[in-house]
């Protein structure tokens, strides 16, 4: 028996002995990948010594001799610490992650491959200017520098991910980042989605009804600040001044998703300094690391700095010494789907104004892991490219013997963006910038620029030209063979809306309406925001002159205008009715929740329960004026929707109609639908957060939710990559905290500001800046998540083109040598 005993407790510490070695062995070859920033190396492809160094935040200050040395350390740089990022979004826009993924990937794949965004960015690089295609091809061959060195030193194969799922790293090519790009531009926009969408709610609801559901902005147009009493002097207007899938990977987003910002700017005579003021917060999809990368630039035209997608060679938000820029997404309907009519004599072609013509079509073979290749047969009309019915629920709007193809800005191998955004990043005033934006063609986006005397904000991208006399003015699908439906190229560049120091000096935007143009001039009839805009306009009332401070209290600003516009609306007669209730009874919980809700101020705090008790009615609020209308189809209307909700409540044009619950005999009032939802409401937070209502908490429910896309999927992984934070604001508040709005977790923060900046031109160097996670994509290095927590907390590090400020404190120097001559360090 003892003899027993010991060779189990043998075999036992022989086990932990190994499972400590492997565990070691493990993390050694994990940490591996983790760059020594203190490194020199030789490389070939650059001209002369290049210097990276890296400050006390771990954000790269990069110092070379010429242009083409920069852009190449950049891609050195963001190489070393976003490699595995970087390859994802490339492997994406070629559609071939399920050759490392698997099946679940298919159809991401087999959309890109229709879309053929790869071959159309290829194609687009002999069309850039001759410093662009310097750029592209110098980033390129300082990202296959790192890759070489990564195999040569067998640096932990670059990332831990690349253990996992790839075992080759192909190399890097200028059109890598074109495609890059390109992916922008399909996650930018939601105009497809929310068309399909309207056709489909077309289909079961009156028109009327359709107008509810899915309304035009109800708002004036603000673009400049206007006039407000004797504070300042009215805004000048003036347009002519300047002649889909769920999955993490996905990059096509939901329409609600599908990008949002903030950009607001104030000239000399509106700032207590004297400076103009320029702040930028873009909203995007969180994920662990962010999309943003922090790095600065020592060009030949001078420093630039701020934030840039790993991938691209650009400095996409930022600022030099002389000119400040940001962008905010302009909602612009930039995609139309067509219906189109198969010859029934030849299923090869289609109906065009001229007759029966082939598709253009290719094979194209997917290549999938453990499974057999699946190929393609990809098909284009005139119109663009052909999806299938599956994709998008197109089939359930598709007649039979017809297909659906697309429309979109983006479909051109004649894209200048790049040019555009590189010749911005050399602009030194407002005109230059605004000039370097002719030749931007997608995502369209609201350009806001600051310089020492000045701000302005210029839309940039093509706007689609419509026929006047288009069936549903790119509203629905149309068909394709009509020529009054069909695009005649894009509006100049002059057309785009401009306004330059307004009177009031002072710019905002916030995706609301920026002008009331007609069809087909319009921009589009689905503004991003008719919320935020509000409580904007408030703030900048606030102050006779603004500050950075005051800038950035805006940018964090959690006050919901929503909230207090909608809650003395939906509850009037609610408050305070009857008798108090039995302690315990649902009308007590609601009796309570009301009163709470009467004295707040509709701050979206994260410590306060009143935010979740609003947000959770309102969730429930929507489903029970739409579940018995629309059937399966609500839950692609499950988000609360405040003009529609406000249209209900006021019966606009009949709107109240959707308080009457469809199956019963019974006609319900919409106090009887207010009552129910928020009963509805107040059980859901019971269940989840307990009986005191007192201790629920909105950040509890309201978690930034900064998961990894790939390892945030694997248990116990996820535990130590993804990143969760509680945090105020909401979905409708400046600092937006959008919530997921389905699922197991409708609360939870998914879509946000990752960057953020705000630039002083009194005092350059005072600027500053923050991105929600960190610089590196190792979730072991120390730089995974050590800016989130200042994020979190609405504070930001230092944004200085000082070299001596860089090199303060600095976690590592980088020296780059080429071939042939004497390393430093």
Not at 120 to 125: G, T
Not at 568 to 586: M, S
Request: proline share 7%; charged share 20%; aromatic share 10%.
């Amino acid at each position: 028996m003892l003899t027993a005993f010991r060779w189990a407790l043998r075999i036992f510490t022989a086990l932990i002995v190994l499972s400590v070695l492997a565990v070691g062995v493990g993390y050694w070859f994990l940490t591996r990948s983790i760059p020594d920033y203190n490194a020199s190396y030789k490389v070939a492809g650059i001209t002369k010594p290049v210097e990276i160094i890296r400050n006390a935040n771990d954000v790269p200050h990069i110092f070379g001799k010429d242009d083409a040395d920069v852009f190449y350390a950049l891609g050195f740089a963001q190489a070393q610490d976003r490699l595995w990022q970087m390859t994802l979004l490339r492997r994406t826009a070629e559609g071939r992650l399920s050759e490392i993924f698997g099946p679940k990937t298919l159809k991401i794949d087999s959309l890109m491959r229709r879309l053929d965004l790869y071959n159309l960015a290829a194609a687009s690089f002999s069309v850039q200017d001759q410093q662009t295609k310097t750029a592209l091809t110098a980033y390129a061959r300082g990202v296959n520098a790192w890759i070489d060195i990564v195999n040569r030193d067998a640096l932990g194969r670059g990332a831990p991910e690349f253990f996992l799922f790839s075992n080759k790293i192909a190399t890097w090519q200028p059109s890598d980042s074109l495609a890059i790009l390109k992916l922008m531009q399909l996650k930018l926009t939601g105009a497809m989605q929310r068309e399909i969408l309207r056709a489909r709610a077309s289909l079961i609801l009156p028109p009327a009804r359709v107008k509810d559901l899915m309304p035009d902005d109800p708002m004036k147009p603000v673009a400049a600040l206007p006039d407000y009493a004797s504070l300042f002097p009215g805004v000048k207007k003036n347009y002519a001044e300047v002649k889909f899938p769920t999955s993490p990977l996905s990059p096509v987003q939901a329409p609600a998703f599908a990008g949002a910002s903030n950009a607001w700017a104030a000239a000399p005579n509106r700032a207590a300094a004297g400076g103009s003021l320029l702040a930028n917060d873009p909203h995007l999809d969180f994920t662990a690391p962010s999309l943003w990368y922090l790095a600065r630039l020592q060009l030949t035209e001078g420093g630039v700095i701020g934030a840039t997608i790993p991938g691209m060679p650009l400095v996409l938000l930022g600022r030099s010494k002389d000119l400040g820029w940001g962008l905010t997404t302009t909602y612009l309907d930039d995609q139309d789907v067509h219906i189109e009519k198969i010859n029934p004599d030849n299923p090869r072609q289609y109906l065009t104004p001229q007759g029966w013509k082939d598709f253009r079509t290719q094979r194209s073979i997917v290549r999938i892991k453990g499974q057999a290749p699946v190929t393609l047969t990809l098909r284009w009309t005139e119109n663009g490219p052909v999806l299938p019915g599956s994709d998008f629920d197109l089939a359930s709007i598709t007649p039979a013997g017809h297909v659906a193809s697309l429309s979109w800005t983006a479909l051109t191998d004649k894209d200048t963006t790049m040019t555009a955004m590189i010749r911005l990043m050399k602009a030194h005033d407002i005109a230059q910038g605004i000039k370097a934006g002719s030749l931007f063609v997608a995502p369209a986006q609201n350009l806001m620029l600051a310089d020492k005397h000045g701000i302005a904000m210029q839309m940039i991208g093509w706007i689609p030209k419509r026929d006047p006399n288009n069936d549903t003015q790119g509203r629905m699908p149309t068909p394709g063979w009509l020529p009054r439906d069909r695009w005649d190229g894009h509006f100049p560049y002059s057309d785009d809306p401009s306004f330059i120091n307004p009177a009031s000096g002072i710019l905002g935007n916030t995706n609301n309406k920026i002008v009331d143009r007609p069809f087909p001039l319009n921009i589009t009839f689905h503004w991003g925001d008719t919320q935020r805009i509000q409580r904007w306009l408030t703030l900048m009332k606030d102050h006779q002159v603004q500050t950075r401070e005051s800038f950035i209290e805006a940018q964090l600003d959690t006050v919901s205008f929503t909230a207090r516009a909608l809650l003395p609306l939906i509850a009037k007669n609610l408050w305070y009715q009857g008798e108090d209730a039995p302690p315990g009874t649902p009308k007590a919980m609601r009796q309570e929740a009301l009163k709470m809700l009467a004295e707040w101020n509709g701050d979206m705090n994260e410590h306060m329960p009143e935010p979740l008790i609003y947000a959770a009615w309102m969730l429930f609020l929507q489903k029970r004026l739409i579940s018995d209308e629309l059937g399966p189809l609500a839950k692609d209307f499950a988000r609360p929707d405040p003009v529609f909700i406000e249209r209900v409540f006021r019966n606009t044009d009949g709107a109240a109609a959707w308080c009457d619950i469809v199956q019963s005999t019974k006609k319900e009032t919409c106090t009887d639908i207010a009552r129910i939802s928020l009963d509805d409401a107040l059980l859901y937070l019971k269940n989840r957060y307990g009986t005191d209502m007192k201790n629920w908490r909105w950040g509890d429910a309201h978690q930034a939710a900064q998961d990894n896309p790939v390892l945030g999927k694997v248990p116990i992984l996820h535990y130590f990559v993804n990143l969760r934070q509680s945090i105020s604001g909401g979905d409708n508040t400046l600092n937006r905290g959008e919530t997921s709005a389905s699922g197991p977790d409708p609360f939870l923060d998914v879509h946000g500001p990752g960057y953020r900046g705000v630039y002083d031109f009194a005092d350059p160097d005072s600027s500053v800046f923050i991105i929600s996670t960190g610089e590196s994509g190792h979730p072991l290095s120390r730089h995974y998540d050590d800016l989130g927590e200042l994020w979190r907390r609405g504070e930001y590090i230092p944004m200085s083109l000082d070299p001596a400020l860089a090199r303060a404190g600095a976690v590592g120097i980088t020296h780059l040598t080429p071939t042939g001559a004497k390393p430093k360090g």
